[in-house]
Every structure is written in C-alpha cells, then in structure tokens.
C-alpha cells in the first residue's frame, strides 16, 4: 500500500496563509497523524486543527495542495517570522478567504481501489490517501492558482455512501463553462465505470473575506450573472450604434477618446417582474480597446433562455460593428430543477399580438421645421412637442386597418439625438417590397432632414 502525505493550507484573517498542515503515515502507532509546519525552526509536530475542520468544528478553512505548492508556503512563512508578514512579499497561494464551494456530485456503485483510481487517472489528479473509510481526501486537481483565486477539484470517499467530486474555490466563483467542463468530463466516465451521479449541487456555499483587507477589496464578478469582452476601436459612430441597438444612455457626455473615461452606457433589459437585470457598457482600465458588457440582476435569477438570448444579442451588436469577441463570465447555472422557469405565453388570440418586423434609427437632431418635413414625407401624422423631454412618440402611420389586421409606422424617440422609427404589424406582415420601399422612403426623408439612418434592423416574421 502506498504511503501517501498531503498537504493543506488554512486560511485566517491573517496576510498570507496561516499555517501548513500535512497528514502523513505514522509509522509509530498505524495509522495516519496530522501536522502543523512550525517556522521557526522548521520542524512539524502533532495538531488537532485539520481533524476539528473536517467535523466542522474549526474557525477558519482548509484547502488542499500539492507538495511543492507546500514547500512554497513553508518558504514564504519563514520570511514572514523574519521580516513580517506585510514585509514578506506576495504569498505564493491565496488566503484571507474562506473556501466555497461552486458545484459537487455523488458517485454510488461498486467503488473499488480499481475503479477510484481510474477515475482519478482519467480526470488528471493526484493521488493523496488510500482508500480507507477513514480518509476523506482522496485526490486533488488545481484547476487555478494564481493571486485572483484558486479552484480546486476534490475527490472525497465516503464509505458506503460512495464518492465525492467537488469543485472548491477561494475568492473568485468558478465560471459556468468551468462547471460545464467538468460535467462533459465526469458524466461520461462514470457511466464508463458503472457509477451513479445520484447528486448534483451547485453554488451550496460561496467564499466569504476573513479579513478587513479582504473586505475592502472590490470583486470583478460579486455581482455580475453574465459579463462579455470584446476587442476593437471605438468611435463615436460604433458607440451609439451599440447604445441604440442595446438601448444603453450615457452615463456621462465625454469624448469616446478619453481614456479615463470608463463607463459608456446603462440600461434596463426587459423583464417579467420577477427580476431587474441592467446592462452596463465598460472599457477596461488600461487597455482602450478591451470594451466589456455587464449584467447584474436583482430578485430571482432570469431564465436560462432568457440569459442565453441577451448573450446572442449583446455578440450580434458587438460583433455587427466590427468588435471581435475574447470571452465571456457567466454565473454558475443552478440544478435545472431550481432554475427560473420562463413565464407561459399569454392566452390570448395570436392574431392580435404586434410584432415588429423592420427598424430604422436616426442619427442627428431635428428641429421643429425638420420634424414637421421628415413626418410630411413620410405620411406620419403630427403628435408630442420636440420641446417636451418626456415626450416620447411623435406620431404613427397606419397601411392597413381592420381588426388585429394593422399594419403601422411609428416615430419615437429616446433623447433629442435618438430617434427610431419601427415598423410593426398584426397577423399577416406586409410583403418584403413594402418595407424594402418603407425604408427607401426614410432614408430620403431623412437626408432631407439633415439626419442619417445609423442603423437598420429587420426581424424574421412570426407565423400567423
């Protein structure tokens, strides 16, 4: 039987890590005893503290590492005893927090030394114990250790109740397509090997600051659901571009080459009254062509299929005006049986619902002789003063009448420089040469009236 030792770090409102820890064979009395790395003089004696943890009987939290991550850590709190810890550098591994967990299964079935260590080969771990029911750490995988956070994959046995995959981590929450990556690797082959997932769980418990330092720092994702980043030069045209496509308002009406600047707009995605999900855009400090789009919510967690069609949209905005996508952040999903369901479709007759089918939105700023011309143009009856910032809809065109048979053009607008005309219909939609000369039509009009179209959309029909 192989003679295993592990390694553990605890985590305290200290600087730095705490203490090392290592559970080894003792070779005295059978068994297994547990250690504290003591600095000073560099040697290990007897400790209770990593046996409290595991019972839940501890203050402060333990998480596993590698040997030479341990021999890091013992180099580090050597210095520190030295010099201090505020004086001893960076730590090699992250402290001050407690360890969360981001998602975990249980494997049932015949979980033989054979079976385990297949499982542990397979999904590149290390092995730390024997299969014993009295050990609990079995294996370990760091997934990632840097000074942002660290993520720690964590086989645990159980005996009877079989086995234990979790997903630890310290700071950071593990992104969505993380947990997912791990799902495409277990699932699998624990069907290979003849065990039952009969549990899964995610986001049972997040990472708490231990200490003050901790507490003060501002986390990039403490309340984000879904995050976007893509790549490019901006100008003022490809900026409001994306604020009339997203329907973002500045927050501030500085040039869009100052490099200071870092917030671009914020809006209210549609919601159900079950959640308020707001849209920020964001350049990224030190970097000008790193522009990044936020969602954070409050109240329930939208749909999934909801989250998944801002994702679409926001990647079509970005990606239709020339920015190229690096990556993206997404909230752990939960289990799907505590997922927000979508809210069923009203009852109503589909023959009176509206849908839009054509979108045209202006760039420039009309007065009120030039509104009165562009609507005259365009058959648009007359309605809402110019002057009236609460004002919003400046009158409509209606080419067909009848019950839930209409067919409409309507002018509105978001601000004095941010105007949309939407052409909209029930039932059956106009034919494809009546809005390709809709917009032929708003073009001229709008040349005439000094403005642009800045950008058109077109949306596929709905069936009838």
Same mark, same amino acid.
């Given at each position: ?18 203490? @090392? ?12 005893? +547990? ?29 596993? @590492? ?54 542990? +080969?397979? &999904? ?12 609990? +750490? ?12 660290? *993520?720690? &994959? ?15 981590? =310290?700071? &950071?929450? !593990?992104?969505?397509? @993380? ?6 690797? =277990? ?64 927050? *501030? ?10 917030? *671009? ?63 993206? *952040? ?10 927000? !369901?979508? =809210?069923? !479709?009203? /009852? ?8 839009? &089918? ?13 509104? +009165? ?78 403005? /642009? ?7 596929? !029909?709905?069936?009838?």
């Amino acid at each position: 039987m192989a003679h295993f030792v592990s390694y553990y770090v605890e985590s305290t409102p200290r600087h730095g890590p705490a203490a @090392v820890y290592r559970r080894r064979p003792d070779t005295e009395r059978g068994g297994r005893v +547990d250690e504290i790395f003591a600095a000073p003089d560099g040697t290990w004696f007897g400790d209770d503290e990593l046996w409290k943890y595991e019972r839940g009987r501890s203050d402060w939290d333990f998480y596993g @590492v590698h040997p030479d991550e341990a021999e890091q850590v013992m180099a580090w709190l050597r210095t520190a005893m030295e010099v201090g810890r505020d004086n001893a550098g960076r730590p090699p591994v992250i402290a001050e927090w407690g360890v969360g967990e981001a998602w975990t299964v249980r494997l049932t079935g015949e979980t033989t030394d054979e079976v385990v260590g297949t499982l542990i +080969d397979r &999904l590149g771990m290390t092995r730390r114990a024997s299969l014993d029911p009295l050990e609990r +750490d079995i294996a370990l995988r760091v997934l990632r250790s840097d000074a942002s956070a660290r *993520w720690n &994959l964590q086989l645990d046995y159980a005996g009877e109740q079989g086995c234990f995959l979790s997903l630890l981590y =310290v700071r &950071l929450t !593990p992104d969505e397509r @993380v947990i997912q990556g791990l799902r495409e690797q =277990v699932y699998p082959l624990a069907a290979e090997l003849g065990l039952e997932i009969v549990d899964e769980q995610v986001a049972t418990q997040p990472s708490f600051p231990y200490s003050e330092r901790a507490r003060a720092e501002t986390l990039p994702d403490k309340d984000w659901l879904l995050v976007l980043w893509f790549r490019g030069a901006m100008t003022e045209g490809v900026l409001r571009t994306l604020q009339q496509q997203l329907g973002l308002q500045s927050e *501030w009406s500085f040039d869009v080459d100052d490099s200071t600047e870092l917030e *671009w707009g914020i809006g209210y995605l549609p919601n159900d009254g079950r959640y308020r999900a707001q849209l920020r855009l964001r350049r990224t400090f030190g970097d000008d062509d790193l522009w990044r789009f936020e969602i954070g919510y409050e109240g329930k967690r939208p749909p999934e299929e909801t989250i998944d069609q801002w994702h679409e949209e926001i990647t079509a905005a970005a990606t239709g005006v020339g920015l190229v996508f690096e990556r993206d *952040w997404l909230r752990p999903r939960p289990t799907p049986e505590l997922r927000t !369901p979508l =809210v069923p !479709p009203p /009852t109503r007759s589909a023959a009176g619902q509206v849908h839009v &089918l054509y979108r045209a939105y202006l760039e420039g700023e009309f007065t009120a002789a030039s509104l +009165d011309g562009f609507r005259d143009a365009l058959g648009i009856g007359k309605r809402g003063r110019i002057d009236d910032d609460s004002e919003e809809y400046f009158g409509e065109r209606v080419l067909r009448e009848g019950e839930n048979r209409l067919v409409r053009l309507m002018l509105s607008r978001r601000s004095a420089t941010d105007w949309y005309l939407s052409l909209s219909y029930q039932d059956t939609p106009p034919d494809l040469a009546t809005v390709d000369h809709i917009a032929r039509d708003i073009h001229t009009a709008a040349t005439a009236a000094g403005l /642009t179209v800045g950008h058109e959309q077109r949306f596929p !029909p709905k069936q009838p």
